[in-house]
């Protein structure tokens, strides 16, 4: 039962652009959501979160909305840069207990 | 460098034996956890441990178990390997009890069963 889902398992993107990764969750207990970012031969790290109290949370060039109603998030990176390109994971969990992830996207951006 | 160590990087081993991963977490941080990363699966959480003390459980299969000893440290046991048990395993750890907040992971172990 897969209660955090990501889609596309790529993405290619031209460097400058947006990118946009998305990610869908079943579960309604979920009210904390985070993206982490995974190079090859490293573990992943964190990278922005947000709480269901928010819609929207900004940090430099990365931004993560949240649509509660949908079940539905999404990261925006602009504009997206060569040392963009990974793995990234989105991930969710109830009051702050463990987190379920899902399947990640891998992000390609092209110079 | 997250600060989370894990031994070995690799292991390569047949169906049917015992391996012992090993994971030493970010100084100070008591919590430790562990996942696991299958082909095309997500970050699967198998079991987490606070100061010691199991604390949730994930899907962890009866044949692996874990501990975490009094430095902190911690090690996944998995016996009687089979094919399917092939993956890249994590650990990860936090400054809390809870596992919501942003974790620190290691670099991970990928573990070949043949």
């Known amino acids: 039962d897969q209660q955090v889902k990501q889609n596309s398992p790529s993405l290619s993107v031209q460097e400058g652009r947006i990118s946009i990764l998305n990610c869908d969750y079943t579960n309604s207990m979920f009210d904390y959501f985070l993206w982490y970012k995974k190079y090859p031969a490293e573990g992943p790290t964190f990278l922005i979160s947000?709480?269901?109290?928010?819609d929207k949370n900004e940090d430099g060039r990365f931004t993560v909305f949240l649509n509660k109603s949908a079940k539905h998030l999404s990261l925006h990176i602009v504009p997206s840069q060569p040392g963009d390109s990974a793995v990234y994971f989105c991930a969710a969990s109830p009051e702050y207990e463990k987190l379920t992830f899902g399947t990640g996207t891998r992000l390609t951006i092209i110079p | 460098d997250s600060g989370v160590t894990q031994t070995p990087k690799h292991l390569i081993t047949a169906t049917g034996q015992r391996v012992t991963l090993r994971c030493s977490p970010r100084s100070g941080d008591l919590s430790v956890y562990w996942y696991q990363q299958s082909l095309d699966q997500g970050l699967q959480f198998l079991i987490q441990y606070y100061n010691g003390e199991e604390r949730a459980k994930g899907n962890i299969l009866e044949r692996f178990s874990a501990q975490q000893f009094p430095d902190l440290h911690s090690e996944l046991n998995l016996s009687s390997l089979e094919l399917g048990d092939s993956a890249l395993y994590f650990c990860?750890?936090?400054?809390?009890?809870?596992?919501?907040?942003?974790?620190?992971f290691g670099s991970g172990t990928q573990l070949s069963v043949l």
């Open positions: 947000i709480s269901s109290i928010k």
């Open positions: 990860a750890s936090s400054s809390s009890r809870t596992g919501g907040e942003k974790l620190f």
